[in-house]
């Protein structure tokens, strides 16, 4: 795992820098170039590549037909874009991947806690759940939209009264399951028809 100071310096800081140390402790990667491939249940081992150019040809080439998911974060590398070309070099990059990675699973926290109305040692290990399969309550999860702060104890314990006694309570939580609007995303990009033109990422960076 990365240093703690990595993590403080790059990780987004709207979200708790415990959860994302756990975070990248549990599901991460020390290495800033690995890309983990699936499909399926089945995983797909090539050559693991040795620069940034050979790893964002390798992820441009499966794009679209398999799960990529890439560096520090195992972020998934389809989230986002409707082809190759649109591959964000800060995913190979140690601190940006961080950044993403860090800001895309607060969002999926977030999600996973307003569903259980608190925050829990539950609440996280469903999170990771979620970040690893992609999907939550039968969504695709990054795709969702992002329900805003996390709950507060009050707003758990007004959960937990009798309906007789929430005359007073605020408004429902947004609905979670409605797609995105911000990146048109709602369905999975890695189950998507992705054209892959991998000639752009050949030259020299």
Not at 1 to 10: D, G, S
Not at 148 to 166: F, I, K, S
Not at 177 to 192: F, I, L, V
Request: net charge negative.
């Amino acid at each position: 795992m990365f240093e703690l100071a990595l993590i403080q310096q790059c990780a987004d800081p709207g979200v708790e820098i415990g959860i994302v140390e756990r975070f990248i402790s549990e599901v991460g990667s020390d290495n800033p170039l690995a890309v983990r491939i699936t499909s399926g249940n089945r995983v797909i081992l090539p050559e693991a590549p040795q620069t940034p150019d050979a790893a964002l040809r390798l992820i441009a080439h499966y794009l679209g037909q398999a799960v990529v998911r890439v560096g520090i974060t195992q972020y998934p590398a389809g989230h986002g874009i409707t082809d190759a070309s649109e591959l964000n070099s800060d995913l190979l990059d140690a601190c940006g991947n961080i950044q993403m990675g860090s800001t895309l699973f607060g969002k999926v926290y977030r999600i996973v806690a307003h569903a259980h109305g608190e925050t829990s040692a539950e609440v996280f290990t469903e999170a990771l759940k979620a970040w690893q399969t992609g999907m939550f309550e039968g969504r695709y999860v990054f795709g969702e939209e992002d329900p805003g702060p996390l709950p507060t104890d009050d707003e758990a314990a007004d959960r937990a009264q009798p309906a007789e006694h929430t005359d007073e309570q605020e408004s429902p939580t947004p609905d979670i399951g409605e797609a995105s609007g911000g990146d048109g995303m709602g369905d999975d990009p890695n189950q998507a028809g992705i054209r892959v033109d991998i000639s752009g990422l050949t030259g020299e960076r």
